[in-house]
């Protein structure tokens, strides 16, 4: 069976990255069910040997988990009674509001890993061009500047600085 290569330029469809590593999607899922988990109070120890298991099982559950707990670590800032009501809800309610919060942070891994993609910085720079494409233009200084294919640069002009950052190309 041959490895798969990932191509920084163009992520296969479902993988994030942590720590600039691509991880499936279904271990990143996985770590967002654990922190679930961990944090609605209703873990046995068996349940927390299960995960500590988990995450010796495999490099990449070990960097998910690293991964998810740092972005989630952005969250202790939060309102701790809301937080408490929310996860302290019996029944349906609860369960939904523990999917809710797995989603959640399922979608904001991958949203942020996705943002980070080399193709992403290319959708998103200043002016970008595509493949067969070239483009000419005049900068706010009288300077031109010419993209050839497949090419991106975000443009900086200041009072004391003129900045232009080739993203791709």
């Not at 996985?30 to 995960?51: F, I, N, R, V």
């Not at 952005?74 to 309610?93: H, I, N, P, W, Y």
């Not at 797995?102 to 991958?110: E, H, P």
């Amino acid at each position: 069976m041959q490895q798969a290569k990932f191509n920084r330029a163009q992520p296969p469809i479902g993988v994030v990255y942590a720590n600039g590593q691509p991880i499936d999607v279904r271990v990143a899922r996985e770590a967002a069910e654990w922190l679930t988990l961990l944090m609605s109070g209703d873990a046995s120890a068996s349940d927390k040997h299960q995960w500590q298991l988990w995450r010796q099982a495999n490099a990449d559950h070990e960097r998910a988990w690293t991964h998810i707990e740092r972005v989630s670590a952005g969250f202790a800032g939060m309102d701790r009674t809301a937080a408490e009501q929310t996860l302290g809800r019996r029944g349906v309610a609860r369960r939904k509001g523990l999917g809710l919060l797995v989603w959640l942070t399922t979608l904001g891994v991958v949203g942020w890993s996705g943002s980070r993609t080399q193709v992403a910085q290319q959708m998103l720079a200043d002016v970008h061009t595509g493949v067969g494409q070239a483009r000419e233009m005049t900068l706010a200084d009288g300077s031109t500047l010419w993209l050839n294919s497949d090419s991106a640069v975000n443009i900086r002009f200041s009072d004391t600085e003129r900045v232009l950052e080739l993203v791709a190309g």
